[in-house]
Nanobody, 127 residues
Framework: QVQLVESGGGLVQAGGSLRLSCAAS????????MGWFRQAPGKEREFVAA????????DYADSVKGRFTIAKDNTKNTVYLQMNSLKPEDKAVYYC????????????????????WGQGTQVTVSS
């Protein structure tokens, strides 16, 4: 089992930045591919970004490409999502997810590929 705890959400003006963190406890973190998803009110959960457990590959939704960056620090058991140039449409609850024992270069965009989920952190962007 692994437990995931997100932090770093909050209220920011459009054009601003936030950095989300997802701290993992439990099994060896380096074995996990990680992902970030978000869910806005009345909408389905959507893929935001993912990183292979080795860190060699990353992937982003088109809506955040060039603005968000995912990174993984295996020494701190933490994955980050740096969000720049935030827009009102980025407002959502952001969730991190973990896939255990993925192949070292593999990452995923589908929520049902992941084994574990955090509770989420709210991000609000004012216009």
């Amino acid at each position: 089992q692994v437990q995931l705890v997100e932090s770093g959400g909050g209220l920011v003006q459009a054009g601003g930045s936030l950095r989300l963190s997802c701290a993992a406890s439990g099994r060896t973190f380096s074995n996990y591919a990680m992902g970030w998803f978000r869910q806005a009110p009345g909408k389905e959960r959507e893929f935001v970004a993912a990183i292979a457990w080795s860190g060699v590959n990353t992937d982003y939704a088109d809506s955040v490409k060039g603005r968000f960056t995912i990174a993984k620090d295996n020494t701190k058991n933490t994955v980050y999502l740096q969000m720049n140039s935030l827009k009102p449409e980025d407002k959502a609850v952001y969730y991190c997810a973990a896939k255990y024992r993925a192949t070292w270069y593999v990452l995923g965009r589908l929520s049902n590929w992941y084994d574990y989920w955090g509770q989420g952190t709210q991000v609000t962007v004012s216009s």
